[in-house]
Structures are given as structure tokens and as C-alpha cells.
């Protein structure tokens, strides 16, 4: 009788852990696959952006807190297609070209839909879109910053659907998977520093202003895209032949020394272990 009583209850346990596990399984099955669609864009069957130049002026963005910008999309044409939408948002259209010729478009927040004009598949063309406003910040967490002190953006939105925020502060094809090149061209108040992805190529200089010109050759998606800007101070060290560059408002400059004093024994780890 005990032993009977003892299989009873392994079979009960068996039973209700069997059950957890499948309703645990079921659980991760419908969250990969909600996680699927929601990455999944009939767009990346019709085009593929292969670069962004971002050309933007945010002057005065302590009072003004806003952009004037045109954004170039390098895009090659996948399916032939009479139209194509872009993601931007609350940001206001002025004008849009393919390859230098004015393209009809029609701007329903946050859908940029523009007319094309006959390409075959294969084809690469340019898309120019002339924009301004007040890029926004999601309700929650993400977006775009206007402190003060700083300008910056965060790519990703946690209140928004979907959660990536490119579309934020320039047109693109807003999806986690779709990965482009960079240009950024940001022009700046002098005495005031832009930072983006990549490798500085040059800083030009103007009558009262600066345009940091930045290049990302590696291709990264939209929600990593990103710009900085302040009155920032750069620290600089080079560590086992690699430069490295802090930067800072000045009155924090000590302090961030102090936060990285480790930096050089991280890299130094990282050149061991992985060259």
C-alpha cells in the first residue's frame, strides 16, 4: 500500500511538473514567435538601404531643440515596385528626390510613402529627403534628448511598437534586422563638439559654426545610429597601440578619469584573449 502511495504521488508530481514544462515550452514557443513577426517586414523583400548620409544642423538646440536636416538613402530595388514607405517620425516633409529629380510623397505620421519612378530590379537609386522639427522622445524611455546641457538621441523607444527609434531623428526603414553604412554630416554652434558612429573624418570649419563629419563602415541597424552632442572635452590615451578617446563636459573630466581608470587593464584583457 505504501508503495502504491508513493508511485501515486511521483506520478502526481511527474504529472504537474510534465504540465509546467509544456505550458513553460508553449510560453517561449509564442514569445519567439510574436518576437518573429514582429521583426518580420515585407519592405526587405522590395528594397535594401545600403547607406544613410545624414546631414543635419541642430543650432542652438538649447532653446531651440530641434533639427533641419536632409537624409540620402542609397537603396537598391529588390522587386520592382511603383512606390516605397519610409519610417519618420513627427518630424515635418519639405521634399523628397530620387536620383535628383522631385518625387511625388505622401507623409501619414509615421509612414513616408514616396512614388518612384520605373526601375527594374537590381537597380540602386538615391532617395533625398528634406525634413525639420522637434524629434521626440518616447513616453516612456528612448528617443531623443534636448537637457540643456546635451542633445543626443537613444535608439530605442520602450513605449513604442516597434521598440526601435531610428525614425526619431531621420527617415529609414525602421527594423531591428535591416543593416546599413553611415555618413553623418552634423553641424554644430562653435564651441560645441558632434559625435556618431564610427571614425571622425574631418571637422570643418565655418563663419560660426562646425560640421563634424563621421563615417560608419560597418553596417548596423537604425536603432544604433546616434548623435551627441555638447560642449565636450576629450581625454585621450593610446593603449597597447589603440587609441582611445573619453569626452566629457570639462567639469567632469576628472571624474570620468577616475570611472575608467581600469580601461587600460580591460583592453589590455581583451588584446590577450582576442588579439
Aim: proline residues 3%.
Amino acid at each position: 500500500m505504501k508503495s502504491r502511495l508513493v508511485w501515486l504521488l511521483s506520478l502526481i508530481i511527474f504529472g504537474s511538473l510534465n504540465c509546467t514544462a509544456q505550458k513553460f515550452c508553449q510560453h517561449l514557443r509564442l514569445a519567439h514567435q510574436s518576437a518573429t513577426d514582429n521583426t518580420i517586414d515585407l519592405r526587405a523583400d522590395t528594397f535594401d538601404v545600403i547607406n544613410y548620409e545624414i546631414n543635419a544642423a541642430f543650432l542652438n538646440y538649447q532653446i531651440a531643440k530641434d533639427i533641419d536636416a536632409n537624409c540620402e538613402l542609397q537603396i537598391v530595388l529588390k522587386l520592382e515596385s511603383t512606390s516605397m514607405n519610409l519610417d519618420l517620425m513627427g518630424l515635418n516633409v519639405s521634399e523628397v528626390t530620387v536620383n535628383g529629380n522631385s518625387a511625388s510623397f505622401s507623409y501619414n505620421d509615421p509612414s513616408l510613402q514616396i512614388d518612384l519612378p520605373v526601375l527594374a530590379k537590381g537597380d540602386t537609386f538615391k532617395v533625398d529627403v528634406s525634413y525639420n522639427g522637434n524629434p521626440k522622445k518616447d513616453a516612456q524611455w528612448g528617443g531623443f534628448y534636448f537637457t540643456g546641457e546635451y542633445a543626443f538621441n537613444l535608439g530605442v523607444g520602450f513605449a513604442s511598437d516597434p521598440h526601435n527609434f531610428g525614425r526619431v531623428w531621420y527617415p529609414c526603414f525602421d527594423n531591428f534586422t535591416d543593416r546599413a553604412t553611415y555618413d553623418y554630416n552634423i553641424t554644430v554652434d562653435s564651441g560645441f563638439k558632434a559625435y556618431s558612429n564610427g571614425e571622425l573624418i574631418n571637422v570643418s570649419n565655418n563663419a560660426s559654426t562646425q560640421t563634424f563629419h563621421w563615417r560608419m563602415n560597418d553596417p548596423i541597424p537604425t536603432y544604433l545610429s546616434s548623435v551627441a552632442i555638447a560642449k565636450y572635452e576629450e581625454v585621450t590615451m593610446n593603449v597597447e597601440g589603440i587609441p582611445v578617446v573619453l569626452t566629457s563636459l570639462e567639469k567632469d573630466t576628472a571624474n570620468m578619469r577616475q570611472s575608467f581608470v581600469h580601461l587600460p587593464d580591460c583592453i589590455s584583457q581583451y588584446v590577450s584573449k582576442y588579439g
